[in-house]
Antibody, heavy 121, light 106 residues
Framework: QEQVVESGGGLVKPGGSLRLSCVASGFVFSDYDMHWVRQAPGKGLEWVSYITSSSSTIYYADSVKGRFTISRDNARNSLYLRMDSLRAEDAAIYYC??????????????WGQGTMVTVSS | SYDLIQPPSVSVSPGQTVSISCSGDKLGGKFASWYQQKPGQSPGLVIYEDKRRPSGIPERFSGSNSGNTATLTISGAQAMDEAEYFCQAWDSRAVLFGGGTKLSVL
């Protein structure tokens, strides 16, 4: 069964750091581009960051540029998001999502269950 | 910055047809995707590349994209379709999501 499972969320103080992980299984992780998407409580979806299958290209939303770092380890079937200088407005459920690849193109064809990040003193 | 605009809410009677719009400058020149999200669940893909349905998505879901507007249409809406729907597209080096539309099936 193809799936991605996030972990690493929790409560952090403003200005603090957190590292999220996403472990993939059931598919060839190294074949797919990956994304992080977040959703604040009761709000819509906000794209956070993108990384290609080989890590050769990385993009960030302006709201996190310079504070967040996306990376992956294809040998471990894992995607990461290092979050520094966290702000109250970064509080959200963070989803790991798979890029659509050859089958689904620009779409996000698989989503994890999400991991909650709370930023509060 | 580039924005995708959706109506906050729409409603439909069971069995009727409903359309949800997503507007953005020259959106028709990009590929639009649509996601369904029910309370407490992760989003799920229902339309990709403007009009294509992933396997397992019912035929009542269809999409179109032209000019400045992408549209998700549900023909013969069912109670199980009540959810929030988000459009999505790429713009240069960023991914954009619409603000979401809550569909009520009344």
């Amino acid at each position: 069964q193809e799936q991605v499972v996030e972990s690493g969320g929790g409560l952090v103080k403003p200005g603090g750091s957190l590292r999220l992980s996403c472990v993939a299984s059931g598919f060839v992780f190294s074949d797919y581009d990956m994304h992080w998407v977040r959703q604040a409580p009761g709000k819509g979806l906000e794209w956070v960051s993108y990384i290609t299958s080989s890590s050769s290209t990385i993009y960030y939303a302006d709201s996190v540029k310079g504070r967040f770092t996306i990376s992956r380890d294809n040998a471990r079937n894992s995607l990461y998001l290092r979050m520094d200088s966290l702000r109250a407005e970064d509080a959200a459920i963070y989803y790991c999502a798979r890029g659509g690849g050859y089958s689904y193109g620009d779409a996000f064809d698989m989503w994890g269950q999400g991991t909650m990040v709370t930023v509060s003193s | 910055s580039y924005d995708l605009i959706q109506p906050p809410s729409v409603s439909v009677s069971p069995g009727q047809t409903v359309s949800i719009s997503c507007s953005g400058d020259k959106l028709g020149g990009k590929f639009a995707s649509w996601y369904q999200q029910k309370p407490g669940q992760s989003p799920g893909l229902v339309i990709y590349e403007d009009k294509r349905r992933p396997s397992g998505i019912p035929e009542r879901f269809s999409g179109s994209n032209s000019g400045n507007t992408a549209t998700l249409t549900i023909s013969g809406a069912q109670a199980m379709d009540e959810a929030e729907y988000f459009c999505q597209a790429w713009d240069s080096r960023a991914v954009l999501f619409g603000g979401g539309t809550k569909l009520s099936v009344l």
